[in-house]
């Protein structure tokens, strides 16, 4: 059954690649998640992981969002930890946070990392893909992500995903070429996995870099940036577009639009006026509204909204927050976003 009679895969796809567009998609940052009663009804009887690791389960949180905020993009449900488990890494999700077994502190520790086949050993990731794409039909895009190389690799190092991310940084001083072995092999397991989810269907892919802000411009350019190089340049074949999302985004612009991405994510920190500046009109932008903005009344939210989309006059943009929804966002403010992001354009022209 169609979800939607709208074609937003094609408004989507049009402003990933700077064409003009009737309104800008909308779309939000971890959308599937605990805020929505309909995602904390399937928790309530399945672990994280299994979810996860379900196709069905995972399809149906993945879901949610498009039925109850009619958000324009699907991203599949997963975690971005999954690489590191399918690389030799034990994984946990406890309450407590995402913990990782034995943490790669030594080069003998990255050699001990394996390749892994991502048809055979995530398959339950495509399958999901798969299945969403038979639920929502041809008319809606389906993001599929992983993270980008130097943030998988401070959770690699440091175990887990809460706390600082000092072990990583240090290593990263002390041994860097330990470092860059970690983010080739990183880099080239993710080009397989992505490759695998576009395969099942996924029109759009996104990186994830929560920590790139924590590198100075040196480090971004010798260390992060030729890993996600890597990545895009491995998928370059795939006409799909790429997204780049990376909190702490002003400093790395000029290099974040090297790195082959068609789409820059930017946190709320960032101007999106001064990002277009910095980047040119051949790259689009995707944000950047601040997370805590949704926690106020609708009239903010819809301002907002309105604002980042001025910023950017509405072409090559695609709506979204600057970083993940808070888990404490009313249902109705996520909607009255997605709704101002769709009637924004519409209004600026009465």
């Avoid at 979800?3 to 989507?12: C, I, M, P, R, W």
């Avoid at 989810?197 to 990186?207: D, F, P």
């Avoid at 009313?330 to 209004?347: D, H, I, L, T, W």
Wanted: aromatic share 6%; glycine share 8%; net charge neutral.
């Amino acid at each position: 059954m169609m979800l939607s009679a709208e074609n937003t895969k094609e408004l989507f796809l049009r402003a990933c690649r700077c064409e003009p567009t009737e309104r800008v998609p909308v779309w939000i940052m971890r959308q599937a998640g605990r805020y929505l009663p309909e995602y904390q009804a399937v928790r309530a009887h399945h672990t994280f992981l299994e979810i996860c690791k379900t196709p069905e389960l995972a399809a149906e949180v993945s879901i949610q969002p498009h039925r109850v905020l009619g958000v324009d993009a699907i991203i599949v449900f997963s975690d971005i930890l999954i690489v590191a488990e399918a690389m030799g890494m034990p994984l946990d999700v406890p309450d407590s946070g995402p913990v990782l077994g034995n943490p790669v502190r030594d080069a003998a520790a990255v050699r001990a990392l394996r390749d892994f086949d991502p048809e055979r050993e995530t398959r339950f990731l495509g399958d999901a893909i798969r299945t969403i794409c038979k639920e929502a039909g041809p008319s809606v895009p389906v993001i599929g992500f992983a993270a980008a190389p130097w943030t998988l690799a401070c959770y690699m190092i440091e175990g887990r995903t809460r706390g600082d991310i000092s072990r990583a940084k240090q290593m990263l001083r002390d041994e860097p070429g330990v470092v860059r072995d970690l983010l080739a092999r990183i880099a080239h397991a993710t080009t397989a996995y992505l490759q695998m989810q576009i395969a099942a269907g996924a029109s759009v892919v996104q990186l994830f870099d929560t920590w790139a802000g924590e590198l100075t411009q040196t480090e971004y350019d010798s260390v992060e940036l030729p890993a996600i190089q890597q990545i895009l340049q491995g998928l370059s074949g795939a006409g799909v577009p790429k997204i780049l999302y990376t909190k702490g985004s002003a400093r790395h612009l000029e290099s974040m639009a090297k790195s082959g991405a068609g789409v820059l994510s930017v946190d709320w920190n960032t101007d999106l006026s001064e990002a277009r500046r910095r980047t040119g009109p051949r790259i689009a932008l995707q944000g950047n509204v601040d997370p805590s903005k949704l926690l106020g009344p609708a009239e903010e939210i819809r301002r907002a909204a309105r604002e980042a989309i001025e910023k950017t006059g509405g072409t090559g943009h695609v709506l979204n927050l600057g970083h993940g929804i808070l888990p404490t966002t009313p249902v109705e403010s996520a909607r009255a976003f997605v709704e101002a992001g769709k009637n924004a354009m519409a209004a600026a022209r009465r």
